[in-house]
């Protein structure tokens, strides 16, 4: 099967142009109310294509339902993907670029031309030679994570709305606010929804499955020092900013870590620090796909800490302590469950000529934390490459395939 005349492309550069990062350190939710200004675009277009119920809540959270084609009862299938972009690159003026053709030459981004994308740095980029891709311009992420999975559901929403030919039951659309932030099930009404299971638009490479996850948790170091005068410190003060230098430097070199961890391995990240010379804070992420390894995890941390203290004499009265709140875990304890679920995707993979990939994410997705919730939600391929960064690609041809899969996955369900 192949669709005719996508316009998936054309939707992902007109999404990503709208600034929609999220922010780890607001209090509302979501995070950022400009997040909204796409959801508000979606529900539009999900409206013009004459899906009525088309609408965004107070939250941000967008939901539609694409009537059955036919009346036999049949599970109600949702695909989800999420507005927000990642935190750790910037957002804002994303110029999107096609590159028709892509002969394999190094990509100088003209924005700053010491932002090249090269085969080498990225082999899966060799398979789109000759053919199109898209990339930011190089002072930004492009967005794609996960623009691309957004612009592929609302793709298949528009396909099926001309073509009431194709057979298929209730399909619901979800849209979410958060997820770069690991909020962005915190506010869905999973009942409202009304589906038996979904599928998240949030994977990479072709013909991907996706139906594990790690395990999360945060973790936080609270270090107090003792604070004195520096001009009267000798003897008193302990700095807990050189605690925290200490706790840091004293973490394993070459292992333990995501700069040298892969496959199934789990590791512990410092990702935020900050304080001054009488407390000090460290943010931690805990990752391990084996859900009774993060107490483990955490547990090997706070002793490493402890020794740092207890073993220097310069900081005999300084204490830390150690909190520690769950994210997310890893959803195939409950996918697992639900085995027909995964056959019918792959099947859906195999009808237009992919052969499937099954692999763990390195990471998590909004389907992590639904799945828990009650509705067992696996991750289909996107084709986003490089995300969270300013060589963030995608191909044209990925994202049609994708397409396919869905429309394909609704005809057997």
């Known amino acids: 099967m192949t669709l005719e005349s996508l316009e998936v492309?054309?939707?992902?550069?007109?999404?990503?142009?709208v600034d929609t990062q999220s922010d780890p350190y607001s209090t509302s939710f979501p995070s950022t109310e400009k997040q909204k200004n796409l959801s508000k675009i979606l529900v539009a277009e999900l409206q013009q294509m004459g899906i009525e119920d088309a609408a965004m809540d107070e939250y941000g959270y967008v939901m539609a339902t694409i009537e059955p084609t036919h009346q036999r009862k049949v599970p109600i299938v949702c695909f989800c993907a999420h507005v927000d972009?990642?935190?750790?690159?910037?957002?804002?003026?994303?110029?999107?670029?096609?590159?028709?053709?892509?002969?394999g030459s190094p990509i100088i981004l003209p924005d700053d031309p010491t932002q090249i994308i090269t085969t080498d740095a990225y082999p899966y980029l060799k398979n789109f030679i000759g053919k199109s891709i898209i990339t930011a311009s190089g002072k930004t992420l492009l967005g794609s994570d996960d623009k691309a999975g957004v612009a592929i559901i609302m793709e298949m929403a528009s396909y099926l709305m001309k073509n009431k030919n194709i057979e298929h039951g209730i399909i619901k659309i979800l849209f979410t606010p958060d997820e770069e932030v690991g909020r962005g099930t915190e506010y869905l009404d999973i009942k409202k929804l009304g589906a038996d299971f979904g599928y998240?638009?949030?994977?990479?490479?072709?013909?991907?499955f996706e139906m594990e996850t790690f395990s999360a948790d945060s973790l936080v170091l609270d270090i107090q020092g003792v604070i004195a005068h520096p001009g009267a410190a000798k003897g008193v003060l302990q700095n807990a900013i050189k605690i925290a230098a200490a706790i840091l430097a004293a973490l394993p070199k070459n292992e333990w870590s995501p700069e040298h961890t892969e496959g199934r391995l789990g590791f512990i990240h410092p990702n935020h620090i900050e304080g001054g010379a009488e407390t000090a804070r460290i943010e931690f992420l805990v990752r391990d796909f084996d859900t009774t390894q993060l107490k483990i995890h955490a547990e090997r941390l706070y002793a490493i800490a402890q020794k740092v203290i207890a073993t220097n004499t310069d900081y005999s009265k300084a204490t830390v302590t150690m909190e520690v709140k769950e994210q997310y875990r890893n959803m195939r304890e409950v996918i697992d469950q639900h085995p027909l679920i995964v056959e019918k995707a792959l099947a859906a993979y195999k009808l237009v000529g992919l052969t499937p990939i099954v692999t763990p994410i390195r990471g998590g997705t909004d389907g992590s934390r639904m799945s828990f919730m009650g509705l067992p939600t696996p991750n289909i391929f996107t084709g986003m490459q490089a995300i969270h960064s300013k060589h963030e690609w995608v191909a044209v041809s990925d994202m049609e395939k994708s397409v396919e899969v869905l429309v394909k996955l609704v005809e057997i369900i």
């Open 200 to 208: 998240t638009l949030d994977g990479g490479e072709l013909a991907s």
């Open 85 to 103: 972009t990642a935190p750790d690159c910037s957002g804002t003026m994303v110029k999107p670029i096609l590159h028709n053709n892509y002969n």
């Open 9 to 17: 492309a054309d939707r992902l550069l007109r999404y990503v142009q």
